[in-house]
């Protein structure tokens, strides 16, 4: 369901893909968002799936992966990124995408603080409570000067 503020663009949700309902069981992974999305535009409207949009997707497949404790892909997140990479192979190599994205997470020069807490938000509601969560990142000395 959507939230009041979004319920104008009811009518322009074609599907509703949770990835709490497609977890691997043996492993205890859960599936990015991102690539679950790939894989239905691949079997849906393969054609939908630009260099640009899939640079975009690409590159939070890879944020969510290194951002798991054990920085493991799934088989599935794996399947998904050689896909994109073998219909765009002009995409930058995946180690470049994870450095930047890494460099990115540790530096928050230029970044406001409400974007730092929006970026990995996580809200929590039973109807009556919202309980918001963030992820920061920083280092001991950015800490002391907050």
């Known amino acids: ?5 979004d319920e104008s663009l009811e ?3 074609v599907k509703v893909i949770n990835p709490d309902e497609q977890c691997d069981g043996s492993l205890k992974l859960q599936a990015s968002s991102s690539s679950l999305v790939v894989k239905e535009i691949l079997q849906e409207a393969p054609e ?3 260099q640009q949009l899939a640079y975009l997707l690409r590159g939070s497949i890879l944020f969510k992966c290194m951002s798991l ?7 599935q997140q794996e399947k998904v990124l050689t896909i994109l990479e073998e219909k765009f ?19 928050p020069q230029g970044v406001s603080i409400e974007e730092v ?22 280092t001991l ?3 002391g000067n907050l």
């Open 1 to 5: 369901l959507l939230d009041s503020e």
């Open 11 to 13: 009518s322009a949700v």
């Open 48 to 50: 939908l799936i630009t």
């Open 69 to 75: 404790e054990h920085d493991r892909i799934t088989e």
């Open 89 to 107: 192979p002009d995409l930058p190599p995946r180690e470049e995408i994870i450095s930047v994205l890494q460099e990115t997470q540790l530096n």
């Open 117 to 138: 807490l929006l970026k990995d938000l996580k809200e929590i509601s039973d109807g009556e409570i919202k309980v918001a969560i963030s992820t920061v990142y920083m």
């Open 141 to 143: 000395e950015v800490r």
